[in-house]
């Protein structure tokens, strides 16, 4: 528990250890100063995927939750969609919310929510090192629910040092009927009010500035702690104590109409303000009031006064009354008594009264501030700490430069939101809106930091990862499709399980294959439920194990619930949630409800990679990875892949496809698929069909040249029909980060390949990896000679010209026609420059590359944002 540390409320605490999942820490050693305690940091994950707690050396940064319906699912760090067509939509008479957390749902006991709380279902889960990816299915907050929740949310965390983490998000929509979401919390967080006190938002050149003051969440001022990313540095702080101004009445009246009140800094109000002041209205005007049960006050220390009469009410209070951190001192300025508050909840409720907190009784306030007592409002402390002094926390969230008003997932521009709420949260909610659509098969991305340091070092921290925070949304797919993922199962069985990529099962069936990522060809998750000793495979989250339908409950959805027995449906527990990848609808059908999925099914049916000491008995089903250490007393039926490393009693039956190491005493009777691995004594009189693999004592009297296709993968040329996807290892290309920095190399003259790019650009030949060492913008076939420096694959290999080729030989493509000659070869060089990106005669850029004018595009439109169509 870090309750020690953190001080949460009594009915959180007892469901922590059920919340919590995962822990990330950082202790940083960066400069060797005192200045580390400062960036280094431990971070609690909850089962939901949300960032229950984040200590930093200032403290518990992350607020404490509402009420005991909101157990770590409601004022932490998470992502929430909303679908506005549904949010409060009425089904027979009644309004349900639509709101699916990053967390988890709202704890009811008449739901059974509460004991324990449910939480986002984990679906897969991969931490080590620096890093911690989860997938979680998120969930309708509000239960029941007649809404569906087909999102799966993706949360990456990843320790960048230097007290910054980096916080990716990512929404996938898998739904198959048509439903928009448009209404996004990216993320959505409170900051503890009592640790960090002070907000802080940077201006458009990057400095920092104190917020103040702070109205509450949703705020009565919600144009000024309602705006967009673009009219910021790109990041927002919050500290532990800056200093602040002398307090200043917000309010303002019209002199011509005092009853009229407006906001001092009001561009609207009439001319004829005056700074509004407050007196005592009434005799004994205190009373005691129960305000502090509400908002976690100290027991008794509310009261009421009437201070104005108004036309309208000042109905919320303000943060730079008091609220946590922000004590005021009330004065009346005709005796000099005073009294402290740290909480001004309501300025004129009702036109009339002032609640607030206070030190003192009402009957000594009563006494002291009679009628007409001029009362001055005075903040307790406005001294700050210099900012090298304190800690701070800082949200890197980009100022939203990828919006040009061209992208069709966008209907605003993103924005922040914020305010200060009560005592009883001890919270700021922070929230950046993502203001776009989010549509079925389509994948919502985000990018954002959040530092903590010394106050002093946020400037320079800030505006340096600004740029790389963006946001964006693209359809399943467009990102790649991850690994391949193949179910097997075998004849009869009610058991089966998954392979990856080329992983061996032996003896199975082929159920269905799909990827570990969406894509449009398998857009479906599949999921593996259980409930006791129920089991479905389906692509429905909400079916029963028990029954394998979806439970009908007058439309209501609970998937909190499953069926234990069959008779007394009362008898409920919780299913668990396993992905087993993503596939097209219904290609796993065959999967029988009940089938039992095992993890280690395809290891358990493939034969050892290291052979056995002794022979035995019976042979393997398939042939081992490894040769036997000892001879077989009955020779194998067909040949081993690899030779046995001792002479066999009696020889094989058929040629081995690979050379034993040293020469036999008796020749073979017929010639070996493969040379010798041994020179020749004497040169060859004329050229052998397949070269030698170490050079000969004579050469030969021939050079070796030959023909390859326009591409061949892995020889290090960005050639015709590659680029950074298809050959990443010929061509370079960034398709991470934001979308105005992406490109991808191609060869050849054009290519619709997205952000494609020449390979003349610079960037093709700056990567500091083997990629992109040549460019060739032809579309001929390549001619090579053995000796010209380059290694062009297909005919030339390390074999036979280890001259040009390392050992590491490219990928074979068919076999050119080889040539030998002993004129000197015509070489078809491939260009290699760092020439300006332009197209050429005949060429044109791909999707989103950049351009000055429609010829330059392969689309023949170069939209208004220089970026091709």
């Not at 965390?157 to 990512?170: L, S």
């Not at 002794?614 to 007393?633: G, N, Y």
């Not at 420096?789 to 005919?795: D, F, L, S, T, Y």
């Not at 060089?829 to 000055?852: D, E, H, I, L, M």
Request: charged share 15%; glycine share 8%.
């Amino acid at each position: 528990s870090t309750d020690y540390i953190s001080d949460w409320k009594d009915y959180q605490l007892q469901w922590e250890d059920d919340a919590f999942d995962t822990e990330m820490t950082h202790v940083d050693l960066s400069s060797g100063d005192d200045d580390d305690e400062r960036r280094s940091w431990s971070l609690r994950l909850g089962k939901g995927g949300q960032i229950m707690s984040l200590i930093v050396n200032s403290g518990e940064s992350i607020a404490n939750q509402a009420s005991a319906s909101a157990i770590w699912n409601d004022l932490v760090q998470q992502m929430v969609a909303v679908d506005g067509s549904k949010n409060y939509a009425t089904v027979n008479g009644t309004a349900y919310a639509n709101y699916i957390h990053g967390s988890g749902v709202y704890a009811y006991a008449s739901e059974g929510t509460n004991n324990p709380p449910f939480y986002n279902p984990k679906l897969a889960m991969n931490c080590g090192g620096n890093d911690c990816t989860m997938i979680h299915w998120g969930q309708q907050a509000h239960v029941p629910t007649p809404w569906d929740s087909p999102l799966l949310y993706y949360t990456r965390y990843r320790n960048c040092g230097n007290g910054i983490i980096q916080y990716d998000m990512a929404m996938y929509h898998f739904g198959k009927t048509t439903q928009t979401f448009t209404y996004f919390n990216t993320p959505w967080t409170g900051v503890r009010t009592s640790t960090f006190p002070h907000m802080m938002l940077s201006d458009t050149f990057g400095n920092l500035y104190d917020k103040h003051p702070l109205n509450n969440f949703p705020s009565d001022r919600n144009a000024d702690q309602l705006r967009n990313m673009d009219t910021t540095g790109g990041f927002t702080t919050f500290a532990e104590q800056v200093s602040i101004p002398p307090y200043e009445t917000p309010f303002c009246v019209d002199s011509t109409n005092p009853s009229n009140w407006y906001y001092c800094d009001d561009a609207t109000a009439p001319a004829t303000l005056e700074r509004f002041a407050f007196d005592v209205k009434v005799s004994n005007s205190a009373q005691a009031t129960g305000h502090w049960q509400s908002y976690g006050l100290t027991t008794g220390s509310t009261v009421r006064m009437r201070w104005c009469q108004l036309s309208s009410a000042m109905t919320q209070g303000n943060g730079g009354w008091g609220s946590p951190g922000r004590v005021v001192v009330i004065t009346n300025e005709n005796t000099g008594d005073a009294f402290e508050s740290d909480f001004v909840i309501h300025y004129c409720w009702s036109d009339n009264y002032t609640y607030m907190s206070a030190n003192e009784t009402s009957t000594w306030i009563n006494a002291k501030f009679p009628l007409g007592s001029a009362i001055r409002v005075a903040y307790k402390d406005t001294s700050g700490l210099p900012p090298d002094q304190q800690g701070a926390l800082t949200f890197v969230h980009g100022q939203n430069d990828e919006f040009d008003g061209s992208l069709p997932y966008y209907y605003s521009k993103s924005r922040l939101r914020f305010g200060l709420t009560n005592a009883n949260r001890d919270g700021t909610v922070f929230t950046t809106n993502f203001m776009g659509y989010l549509r079925n098969e389509e994948v919502y991305y985000s990018r954002k930091f959040m530092v903590t340091d010394v106050l002093s070092n946020m400037e320079q921290v800030g505006n340096d990862l600004k740029t790389e925070a963006y946001e964006e949304v693209v359809s399943a797919g467009a990102r790649g499709s991850g690994e391949s993922i193949t179910l097997y199962t075998s004849d009869g069985s009610l058991f089966f399980g998954a392979g990856i990529g080329t992983e061996a099962c032996p003896e199975t069936i082929v159920v269905c294959q799909g990827n570990s990522s969406p894509t449009s060809q398998t857009p479906r998750p599949l999921f593996y439920i259980q409930c006791g000793s129920n089991t479905v495979v389906t692509h429905d989250p909400y079916t029963d194990p028990y029954s394998g339908s979806v439970p009908s409950d007058n439309g209501f959805k609970r998937p909190y619930q499953c069926q234990l027995d069959e008779f007394d449906t009362t008898k409920t527990g919780r299913a668990s949630w396993k992905l087993l990848g993503f596939f097209a609808d219904d290609a796993c059908a065959s999967l029988e409800q009940h089938s039992t999925y095992v993890s280690d099914y395809c290891e358990q049916r493939t034969p050892s990679a290291s052979p056995s000491m002794v022979s035995s008995d019976i042979p393997s089903v398939v042939s081992s990875s490894s040769p036997s250490k000892v001879a077989s007393s009955i020779p194998t039926v067909t040949a081993s892949n690899t030779p046995t490393i001792t002479a066999s009693l009696s020889p094989s039956k058929v040629t081995s496809s690979t050379p034993t190491i040293t020469a036999s005493d008796i020749p073979t009777i017929t010639s070996s698929i493969s040379p010798s691995k041994v020179a020749s004594s004497t040169p060859s009189i004329t050229a052998s069909d397949i070269p030698t693999i170490t050079s000969s004592i004579s050469p030969s009297q021939a050079e070796l040249c030959g023909t390859n296709p326009a591409s061949t993968p892995n020889n290090g040329i960005c050639e015709a029909g590659e680029d950074c996807t298809n050959s990443p290892n010929d061509c370079y290309g960034e398709l991470d980060g934001k979308p105005q920095r992406r490109f991808c190399c191609h060869g050849g003259s054009s290519s619709l390949v997205a952000y494609g790019t020449l390979c003349t650009d610079s960037r093709c030949s700056s990567s500091s990896s083997s990629s992109s060492s040549g460019c060739n913008l032809s579309n001929d076939p390549v001619t090579w000679c053995c000796g010209d420096g380059v290694c062009a694959g297909g005919g030339e290999t390390s074999n036979n010209c280890p001259q040009d080729c390392s050992t590491n030989n490219p990928v074979t493509t068919p076999a050119p026609t080889v040539v030998v000659t002993t004129a000197a070869p015509t070489l078809s060089s491939p260009v290699v420059t760092t020439a300006a990106p332009t197209p050429p005669t005949g060429g044109c850029f791909g999707r989103n590359a950049w351009c000055s004018s429609n010829g330059e595009c392969c689309s023949g439109n170069c939209k208004n944002n220089g970026k091709c169509a």
